[in-house]
């Protein structure tokens, strides 16, 4: 018996920065994507303060919509862990 | 160790989130990432829920089996799930402004996408914890995130004074728990029965009324949150004539 649990204590750095820095990340490339220069590109110089994050360009709208998707999926997946967690499965 | 992990966690998704959105225009950067922190706000309560909740409920279920009033291996009663989910609740309501303030004005003065991250952090390190079975406190996995949001963004300040005020409060507030509960319970333990019970209710409301009542003399709301901060958690009032 240790104060501190080392092998869970790993676990919890990796698995927090994969999911507590990785999927911010993903959203923000998402952004980026999405925000990619296309047909609403002429308005862009001129209003820097714009709240448009879409650019108008439909291969960004798709990456960007890919990414979310993923982001989404893993709450779902999480969520649905620590459901398991306090209802776990009937023993047969 | 749960503030230095979040700490660190936050501090990398700070810096990864300013270096893949530089590109995008100021605007759309607060717009996006304010879209985001809906997600990651959702997921801290979430991950609140699972922790913080759970240890109320846990103690007077506790109680309850200790008295025998519960089977041993019983599941808390829905009372009990109600009564700890509105307290805190409306403690939240109530309280929430100025623990706002001071973490997100005073601390640190983040911006949205210092906000997804902390957020995204805290409910990372919160949840994954609760799935290994450790008990952690939310607001200690917040503090934690926040200042790593300073340390990750560059030009951002992280007001050590206040994080040493917080930390001196969180050393504090345990004994002074602990000699709450003791109070608490010789004085419902002096006066036998239900007379002891119900006097104890009535000074408890009192004392949080007054505490209540005390709060609203420097009132933090929507309003004023984001006030300049100028030391003290209730924001130095520029005009006395608003405060009408």
């Known amino acids: ?92 | 160790m749960s503030p230095i992990i979040a700490a660190l966690v936050a501090a990398v998704g700070t810096w990864s989130l300013y270096r893949i959105s530089r590109g995008l225009t100021q605007g759309a950067r607060r717009h996006g990432f304010r879209t985001g922190q809906v997600g990651s706000a959702c997921m801290v309560s979430l991950a609140h829920g699972t922790n913080d909740a759970q240890k109320t409920m846990g103690v007077i279920t506790l109680a309850l089996i200790a008295n025998g009033t519960l089977a041993p291996g019983s599941n808390a009663p829905f009372w009990v799930i109600l009564s700890c989910a509105l307290a805190i609740s409306i403690g939240t309501y109530l309280g929430g402004w100025r623990v706002i303030r001071t973490l997100g004005k005073g601390l640190v003065e983040i911006e949205s996408p210092q906000g997804m991250a902390a957020e995204s952090s805290s409910a990372a390190i919160i949840l994954l914890s609760a799935s290994f079975g450790y008990s952690l406190s939310t607001t200690h996995v917040a503090t934690g995130s926040i200042i790593g949001t300073g340390l990750g963004k560059r030009g951002a300040d992280v007001r050590w004074n206040v994080a040493g005020r917080m930390a001196a409060a969180w050393v504090f507030t345990l004994p002074a728990a602990a000699v709450v509960g003791a109070l608490a319970y010789w004085l419902a333990h002096s006066i036998k029965g239900s007379p002891g019970v119900i006097l104890l209710l009535i000074v408890l409301v009192a004392f949080a009324g007054v505490i209540y009542w005390r709060s609203r003399a420097a009132k933090v709301d929507h309003n004023n949150v984001n006030d300049e901060w100028t030391g003290g958690v209730a924001p130095s009032e520029p005009e006395p004539a608003s405060a009408a």
């Not at chain 1, 994969?18 to 990619?36: D, I, K, S, V, Y």
């Not at chain 1, 994050?53 to 779902?76: Q, S, T």
């Open chain 1, 1 to 92: 018996m240790s104060w501190v649990n080392f092998s869970a204590l790993w676990k919890i750095l990796v698995f927090g920065m994969l999911a507590g820095a990785g999927l911010p990340a993903l959203f923000a490339f998402g952004l980026r994507a999405l925000a990619l220069p296309g047909s609403r590109v002429q308005t862009a110089g001129a209003d820097t303060d714009s709240d448009h994050v879409y650019g108008g360009n439909v291969l960004g709208l798709i990456i960007g919509a890919i990414c979310f998707l993923i982001i989404l999926a893993a709450l779902g997946w999480g969520i649905y862990e620590i459901y398991q967690i306090g209802h776990p499965p009937a023993k047969h």
